[in-house]
């Protein structure tokens, strides 16, 4: 650029500086002042560049699998246009479109809204403190360890029933899948995460990034941490299929965020975690069964009959001491012999419960394996998910097998 434009782009970085279009401090700025700087020595960054001076990425970043550049640079065009449709100028500060850099373009703030950059995001693996924790205890309990005090050791007399049995057999790689859900941080003014926030509604860094650009407001100080967490009564339905883990060399553990349908083709699987937390999984897991879930996840309902089983913590004015809770169990078979199991509670002492009832061999050794598979629904009353009683309350074979990948 030639000095004079120079010197305009300078002046207007510096106005919109003093009065704060970006705020004071944090990450807005950050990238206002790294994009300014930049300009003004006549240097043009790549997203790469951004994604580690401005937001603390690895050298290692791949804009195609971090959409966290596009998203705040959209965000920054957004604020530069709401800033200008309220106070025109004659010559306004923009970002074109493709490029990292400050021009000065003539002309009024467009009407139309901004178009939002791609969010697409390759597969990969997350590292998060959920599936560390839960790796390491899929470690221990193949080992055959058993957590806290006053636990007994598991016995493997349930791996011998009709439902487990297969699972013995099967010499293709097992797979656990975790129900994990994700969560994001707050900031402060100065860029500090001060609180950590699970929103039923964002359950991935793709949905935060979205809901970052639809709502601006409402998620100023939100911020991507890579994190997710685990129920803890997760530790416990592990540990009780302990057993039937231990048998097994060729066990892998994913998030079921992570899970894709197509995973079934290769692979027994086994879920563990809330009903909620099932993601991808839960289509397959109740179409053409005869239970569902109800208005919420709290409740299951009997497609036959109408009977509904709901979750005392999901009932206002619920009695105080004991409480009861459900667990949803199936095992169905796939086109290749494969199988789908799938321990799933309503919360903690529903998913303690029907692990519980299902690694108890004089409970599950009386059911009944149809050709398809079984579902069924275990209740589990206790004060604080301890001393549980679980008790199978509704039982149904699977007729058919549920929609499975072709290929």
Request: charged residues 25%; glycine residues 10%; neutral net charge.
């Amino acid at each position: 650029m030639d000095a004079g434009e120079r010197t305009a782009l300078e002046a207007e970085v510096g106005r919109l500086r003093d009065v704060g279009v970006m705020g004071r401090s944090g990450t807005m700025v950050r990238l206002f002042d790294f994009i300014a700087d930049r300009t003004l020595s006549g240097t043009r960054p790549n997203e790469a560049e951004i994604a580690v001076e401005v937001f603390g990425r690895s050298g290692s970043f791949e804009a195609g699998q971090d959409a966290v550049v596009r998203v705040y640079v959209h965000r920054l065009r957004k604020r530069l246009d709401d800033y200008y449709v309220r106070h025109p100028v004659e010559r306004r500060l923009t970002v074109p479109r493709g490029e990292y850099r400050f021009t000065l373009e003539s002309g009024a703030v467009p009407s139309s809204p901004a178009k939002m950059p791609s969010l697409w995001v390759s597969s990969w693996p997350k590292w998060v403190p959920a599936g560390i924790a839960a790796c390491a205890l899929l470690a221990g309990l193949a080992g055959g360890y058993v957590l806290g005090e006053g636990h007994h050791r598991a016995t493997d007399a349930f791996t011998r029933s009709a439902v487990w049995a297969a699972y013995r057999k099967a010499d293709r790689p097992l797979m656990i899948v975790v129900g994990d859900y994700y969560i994001y941080g707050e900031t402060d003014h100065i860029g500090n995460v001060q609180r950590l926030v699970r929103e039923f509604d964002i359950n991935s860094r793709e949905d935060l990034y979205e809901h970052m650009m639809l709502a601006e407001d409402s998620v100023e100080g939100a911020v991507d941490l890579n994190l997710a967490y685990l129920p803890i009564s997760v530790a416990e339905a592990l540990r009780a299929l302990s057993p039937l883990i231990g048998q097994r060399s060729n066990v892998r553990l994913i998030m079921a965020s992570d899970f894709t349908p197509r995973m079934l083709r290769d692979n027994d699987v086994i879920y563990v975690g809330y009903i909620s937390g099932l993601h991808a999984l839960e289509p397959i897991t109740f179409r053409d069964g005869r239970f569902q879930v109800g208005s919420s996840y709290d409740e299951l309902t009997d497609r036959q009959t109408g009977k509904r089983y709901q979750s005392d913590s999901a009932r206002a004015g619920a009695p105080g001491g004991d409480n009861r809770e459900f667990g949803y169990f199936t095992s169905v078979i796939g086109p290749k012999g494969n199988r789908l199991t799938v321990l799933a509670g309503t919360r903690d002492a529903g998913l303690i419960g029907v692990a519980q009832a299902v690694t108890d061999a004089s409970v599950i050794g009386k059911v009944k394996l149809a050709d398809g598979g079984v579902e069924m629904i275990v209740e589990a009353s206790g004060k604080d998910f301890m001393g549980l009683v679980p008790k199978v309350v509704a039982e149904a074979p699977r007729n058919g097998q549920p929609a499975w990948p072709a290929n």
